[in-house]
């Protein structure tokens, strides 16, 4: 079966560093991928891992370990437009397709 | 940049309406998709295209057709609206060159109302 799990929500505070967590179970795995949606805006493309490791982008980061079907976002000094959804989805290697978690909403407080 | 427009950003339609939702990309892509977006399911995919006329059902079809008559344009189609179909949709283009293996480039957003 297919089923990604990440957290509903989450807060912390600005200037803070914040760790969004990300577990997946599918039948093929072919790269994770982290989106970052604003209320009422289009998802936008955050990372991409497809190897274990960290991957280090500015302030955020994102790390893989395919055998533990785990990944985290890191968000380090975080402002307050960093409240936002954000989205795991991993590629199925066997349909090719995006398999989406539910999203964790995170929210930055001054 | 890559572009993807979705022609309505907000409807109200009633109970047994026909809809029409249009979504055109600007950069060549080969894959389109249409999501819909609820709170607490996150995105599930309801059909996508990965060539002119060709379509394939995704996870939650049933209550949508879909068409691709032109390699930029991809239109969701609600032959009879139901209130269980209130939601926001999400549009999605991919490419098969270049970029992240799969990298979907999303529209605003379609929210759809149905009375």
């Known amino acids: 079966g297919q089923n990604i799990d990440q957290p509903t929500e989450m807060t912390a505070t600005e200037g803070a560093i914040v760790q969004i967590n990300c577990t997946y179970q599918?039948?093929?795995?072919?790269?994770l991928f982290w989106y970052q949606q604003h209320a009422g805006e289009a998802p936008t493309f955050l990372s991409y891992?497809?190897?274990?490791g960290l991957e280090e982008k500015g302030r955020f980061s994102s790390f893989l370990s395919r055998s533990k079907g785990y990944s985290y976002l890191l968000l380090k000094e975080l402002q307050m437009k960093d409240s936002a959804s954000y989205l795991c989805?991993?590629?199925?290697?066997?349909?090719?397709?995006?398999?989406f978690g539910t999203g964790t909403r995170l929210q930055v407080f001054p | 940049d890559v572009k993807v427009t979705q022609s309505s950003r907000y409807l109200v339609k009633r109970t047994g309406e026909k809809v029409f939702l249009e979504c055109v990309q600007d950069?060549?892509?080969?894959?389109m998709f249409w999501y819909r977006q609820d709170p607490g399911l996150g995105l599930r995919l309801i059909y996508f295209?990965?060539?002119?006329?060709?379509?394939e059902k995704g996870d939650i079809p049933e209550g949508y057709s879909v068409s691709r008559e032109k390699k930029e344009r991809f239109s969701l189609i609600l032959e009879s609206a139901s209130t269980n179909q209130t939601s926001m949709y999400l549009c999605?283009?991919?490419?098969?060159?270049?970029?992240?293996?799969?990298?979907?480039?999303f529209g605003e957003g379609s929210r759809l109302t149905v009375l």
């Open positions: 999605a283009s991919s490419s098969l060159a270049g970029g992240h293996p799969g990298e979907l480039f």
């Open positions: 599918t039948s093929g795995f072919n790269g």
């Open positions: 891992n497809v190897l274990d």
């Open positions: 989805a991993v590629r199925d290697r066997d349909t090719d397709k995006l398999i």
């Open positions: 950069m060549d892509h080969e894959n």
């Open positions: 295209s990965y060539d002119v006329k060709m379509k």
